[in-house]
């Protein structure tokens, strides 16, 4: 009887093969293919919409991201149980091969999803008659999304195609190196600004991306590339952008902790933001993970799977306000026992209520601890991607750069002003600067390890001032970071390409994996 079935089926996958052209070429009824979606000007909009949601994908903003950039720079570490966790912050990366090296291969994955929704929209926009000044926002949006991608493939990879349609088919893609993928991250944002608004006046549109957070992006890129001039230049215009009632669009909070909260979201410090929202939404997650993979390791508040290291700690204790008391931001970066306030709490314990070591220290940042007992995968806090006293900071070193030094300093008191530090120039710790070049390159490290500490623009920083390409800039950052121990000089600079890419693409992997 077993055998009768077997031959039957045989017949059966012969008929299927006799009309198989036929039967490969019907359609789903139920299912929904490009060819019937792209119709409308609704059609479009939710494909905008949708293309949003990679950024919060774990290979992108929603967790893996913030460790490739924090953990791996010279703030951060790892004791993760987990040995690849481990390998993605001391650059003893070995094997690439397999599912449980995740930031490996999801980011990629995550990324390109990114841009292959994007380019859908681009793409698929030619054909739809609509509202032309609405489509017009819509491909600065879709512009926008796909040169964010090509931006962190350039920082994580340094290497990768450039797919600039939704098909794969056809000749093999162009594999760029770093430059040429923030080359097309930067064309990216220029078509995003011709198109986007300054500014949204409904509601409903608050976290979309504007004209600002294109030139905000636009300026990383281009201080990536050295181009000071234009960068310089960019960050002016940032600055003349008016609202409706015609005052500056964007301008520091009075409260630096608003920067990292739910309840300072989309503020006007606020360039731009990864919106996200706690619990499920209609069934599913739109939280951050970083809280639960950045957070206090104890009472299962979160993971021992990235800390800070104590030289970002000890950057803070270099200077005192005004008023003689330490520098606030510690308070709102890191997380460590206090012993002038031993009965300070986190997530409603305090340091010794939870066994923790008096010499720890763990990240407070994009965390719960004021309004949680626990840390899930679902954190509310938006991630802020650009504020304005990063490009403030970038725009000093710019002048810097170009052998403005002078004109420097009041955009870093701009920063230090904000949180009661004296302005630099009367700095009774940080003296002699002048307009010394060196010296203020020096200086802008400090103040942008104190401003922006574990935002995730570290590695950023390290890769623009060449602390990867020589051995006396690595043997600095040793003395910050023990992992640098272990770091290779034109290897670690590079993630590895996952192996499963390599023969697709075809792409090479990168030296030394």
């Not at 939710?46 to 774990?58: E, H």
């Not at 698929?124 to 926008?144: C, H, P, Q, V, W």
């Not at 010296?439 to 390890?449: A, L, N, V, Y």
Request: glycine residues 6%; contains cysteine.
């Amino acid at each position: 009887m077993k055998h009768l079935h077997i031959i039957a089926a045989i017949f059966a996958v012969i008929s299927l093969t006799a009309c198989s052209k036929d039967f490969l070429d019907r359609k789903n009824p139920n299912e929904m293919t490009t060819t019937d979606f792209w119709k409308t000007g609704d059609d479009l909009q939710k494909g905008i919409d949708a293309a949003y949601r990679p950024l919060r994908f774990n290979g992108a903003y929603s967790r893996w991201l913030h460790i490739l950039y924090v953990s791996r720079s010279d703030e951060g570490y790892s004791e993760s149980p987990n040995p690849y966790f481990q390998s993605y912050s001391n650059f003893l990366t070995k094997s690439y091969n397999d599912d449980s090296a995740e930031a490996i291969k999801f980011t990629w994955i995550d990324l390109y999803k990114g841009i292959f929704w994007a380019n859908q929209v681009i793409y698929n926009s030619t054909n739809i008659k609509m509202d032309e000044a609405l489509k017009t926002r819509i491909l600065g949006e879709a512009y926008f999304l796909r040169g964010m991608h090509y931006f962190n493939i350039a920082a994580v990879y340094g290497r990768g195609p450039l797919m600039l349609n939704p098909f794969a088919g056809g000749e093999a893609p162009e594999v760029a190196e770093q430059l040429g993928l923030y080359e097309q991250a930067r064309k990216d944002f220029d078509e995003a600004i011709k198109r986007l608004p300054a500014y949204y006046s409904e509601l409903k549109n608050l976290g979309r991306t504007t004209e600002g957070a294109a030139r905000g992006m636009r300026i990383k890129v281009l201080m990536q590339e050295h181009n000071w001039a234009e960068a310089e230049a960019e960050c002016r215009t940032i600055f003349a952008l008016k609202n409706s009632g015609g005052q500056p669009l964007y301008s520091l909070v009075t409260n630096y902790k608003d920067n990292f909260s739910q309840a300072g979201e989309n503020n006007a410090e606020s360039i731009f933001e990864v919106q996200y929202a706690p619990g499920l939404q209609s069934g599913a997650e739109v939280g951050c993970n970083r809280a639960k993979f950045m957070g206090i390791a104890a009472d299962g508040l979160s993971w021992a799977d990235a800390y800070p290291r104590k030289s970002l700690y000890n950057e803070f204790l270099l200077e005192k306000t005004t008023a003689n008391k330490p520098d606030p931001r510690i308070k709102h970066t890191l997380a460590y026992y206090d012993p002038a306030n031993p009965t300070e709490t986190f997530y409603g314990k305090t340091w010794d209520e939870m066994s923790l070591n008096h010499d720890m220290v763990y990240w407070k940042k994009y965390t719960n601890y004021e309004t949680a007992t626990v840390e899930d995968y679902n954190s509310g806090i938006n991630f802020r991607v650009v504020r304005l006293a990063d490009i403030y900071l970038l725009y000093a070193e710019a002048l810097n750069e170009l052998n403005r030094t002078s004109e420097a300093y009041e955009y870093i008191n701009k920063v230090r002003r904000r949180v009661g530090m004296p302005d630099l120039e009367n700095s009774t710790v940080f003296t002699g600067i002048g307009i010394d070049k060196e010296k203020m390159r020096t200086q802008i490290r400090h103040e942008r390890s104190c401003e922006l500490g574990g935002e995730s623009t570290r590695w950023f920083d390290l890769e623009r001032w060449g602390m990867f390409e020589i051995a006396t800039n690595v043997a600095w950052l040793k003395n910050r970071d023990a992992d640098f121990n272990n770091f290779i000089i034109g290897v670690n600079n590079r993630f590895p390409i996952p192996y499963h890419e390599i023969a697709l693409v075809p792409i090479t992997q990168n030296p030394g994996y």
